[in-house]
C-alpha cells in the first residue's frame, strides 16, 4: 500500500515538473538576441551593448542606432550624443578663469582644551 502511494506521488511531481516546464517555455517567448547585427555592420557586440557577449544595457552609440531605427551603420560616438540630445560642444562664457596667484590656504591649527581634561570639553562642545 506504502509502495502504491509513494509511486503515485512520484508521478504527479514528474507531471508537475513537466506541466511547469512547458508553461515556463510558453511564457518565456522567443529571443530578441540578434548577433546577426553584428556581422551585417562589421562592428563587435560590444559597440552596442555594454557587455562584450552583446545583450542587456547598451551604449550611447547603440541607443543612437535604435533611434534611428537601425540604419546601416552605428554611428560614431559624437554623432551619438546628437541623435541622444546630448550637448557636446562648449561654451566659454559658463566658466570664469580663477584669479592668480591663487591665495594659500591657512594651515589647520589644534585647538587645545583649557583649564578642562579633553573629554569634558568634547563633550561640552557643540559642534560647528
Avoid at 556581422?39 to 545583450?55: Q, W
Avoid at 542587456?56 to 535604435?66: C, F, M, N, P
Avoid at 533611434?67 to 546601416?72: H, L, N, Y
Wanted: charged share 20%; net charge positive.
Amino acid at each position: 500500500m506504502k509502495e502504491r502511494k509513494a509511486r503515485a506521488s512520484t508521478w504527479w511531481v514528474v507531471v508537475y515538473m513537466v506541466v511547469l516546464a512547458i508553461v515556463l517555455l510558453i511564457v518565456a517567448g522567443p529571443s530578441r538576441a540578434m548577433p546577426e547585427y553584428a556581422t551585417n555592420l562589421g562592428e563587435p557586440c560590444a559597440t552596442c551593448h555594454i557587455s562584450p557577449a552583446g545583450g542587456g544595457l547598451r551604449t550611447a552609440r547603440g541607443q543612437a542606432w535604435v533611434a534611428e531605427e537601425k540604419p546601416g551603420a552605428v554611428p560614431l560616438l559624437e554623432e551619438a550624443m546628437q541623435i541622444l540630445g546630448v550637448k557636446t560642444k562648449i561654451n566659454p562664457g559658463d566658466y570664469v578663469a580663477a584669479p592668480l596667484p591663487r591665495p594659500t590656504p591657512e594651515p589647520m591649527r589644534r585647538i587645545e582644551p583649557q583649564g578642562k581634561n579633553r573629554h569634558e570639553w568634547v563633550s561640552d562642545y557643540d559642534g560647528n
